[in-house]
């Protein structure tokens, strides 16, 4: 599941991290900004941004690209339906 020309759509999860293992595990890709090193190193903490914090907490990344065959399409989605189902449990 690798190309040069690779897209990440967000889904939000509404119940906490967004970790998960598989094959195709969700990525991150939306860590609150003022929590990066850039932005700590001038003086911004954990707390300063709770709304920016939580969503980058609670989204996750979704490969998304041209050539992803329909077996890469439902791993992915069955990745995405467990990850689901440990949050609403």
Do not use: Q
């Not at 690779?6 to 003022?34: D, N």
């Not at 001038?42 to 709770?50: L, N, S």
């Not at 490969?63 to 189902?85: A, G, I, N, Q, W």
Request: proline share 4%; glycine share 6%; hydrophobic share 35%.
């Amino acid at each position: 599941m690798s190309s040069s020309r690779t897209w990440r759509t967000g889904v939000a999860c509404a119940r906490g991290s967004r970790s998960a293992t598989s094959s195709a595990s969700p990525g991150v890709s939306y860590e609150a900004i003022h929590l990066t090193t850039l932005f700590r190193n001038k003086g911004f903490r954990e707390g300063m941004f709770p709304v920016s914090e939580r969503i980058a907490r609670e989204t996750v990344t979704l490969p998304l690209f041209p050539e992803m065959r329909e077996t890469d399409v439902e791993r992915v989605c069955e990745s995405l339906k467990r990850v689901m189902r440990r949050k609403a449990a």
